[in-house]
T-cell receptor
């Protein structure tokens, strides 16, 4: 499967727990983006990472949210002490990172439900 | 600032009708990229097209066509002879090419329902 992989596809957490969302980019892609889609809304940019570097986290809440893209392994979006308002679909996209003009390809998303 | 407006929240058409989805964008940049993505009921996002701001040629791909007009800041998407499988939410998006900041700005989407 050469596409962007995300897991889990569905995640249920109780308020106060931690959520970890994983994203494996397409083969050959070194740039990863995370977006959040609230119910009935468009996608909102959260964070942009390259291997071992956060390039732009301007869309990510300052508290409880963090992201990483280690040298080895998938990118992780981590949400600590989840609240009901975190319930959303979280999409990861990857790209080749060529001269700022390349196309982002999206994974299937992780649907997070906070009880 | 970048902004994408998809004024049509929901559209319903009968199978085999043509349908146009509108997209209007705002940007101060002279160089930018526009995209359309499809989100079927299964939830994933499928890339449909990318268009750069210097290329105003319309594009056709099978039953899909795109009309890019810089004069009106619009990038409309037409589906000809719609089919039930076209039922989905369609998102228009804009990116500003800038070192270290090429995230996508999405519109709120248009939900298309094709009735058999």
């Amino acid at each position: 499967n050469a596409g962007v992989m995300q897991n889990p596809r569905h995640l249920v957490r109780r308020r106060g727990q931690e959520a970890r969302l994983r994203c494996s980019p397409m083969k050959g892609h070194s740039h990863v983006y995370w977006y959040r889609q609230l119910p009935e809304e468009g996608l909102k940019f959260m964070v942009y990472l390259q291997k071992e570097n956060i390039i732009d986290e301007s869309g990510m809440p300052k508290e409880r949210f963090s992201a990483e893209f280690p040298k080895e392994g998938p990118s992780i979006l981590r949400i600590q002490q989840v609240v009901r308002g975190d319930s959303a679909a979280y999409f990861c996209a990857s790209s080749l990172g060529l001269a700022n003009t390349d196309t982002q390809y999206f994974g299937p998303g992780t649907r997070l439900t906070v009880l | 600032a970048q902004k994408v407006t998809q004024a049509q929240t929901e559209i319903s058409v009968v199978e085999k009708e043509d349908v146009t989805l509108d997209c209007v964008y705002e940007t101060r940049d002279t160089t930018y990229y526009l995209f359309w993505y499809k989100q079927p009921p299964s939830g994933e996002l499928v890339f449909l097209i990318r268009r750069n701001s210097f290329d105003e040629q319309n594009e056709i791909s099978g039953r899909y066509s795109w009309n890019f007009q810089k004069s009106t800041s619009s990038f409309n998407f037409t589906i000809t002879a719609s089919q039930v499988v076209d039922s989905a939410v369609y998102f228009c998006a804009l990116t500003k090419p800038q070192t270290g900041a090429n995230n996508l700005f999405f519109g709120t989407g248009t939900r298309l329902t094709v009735i058999p």
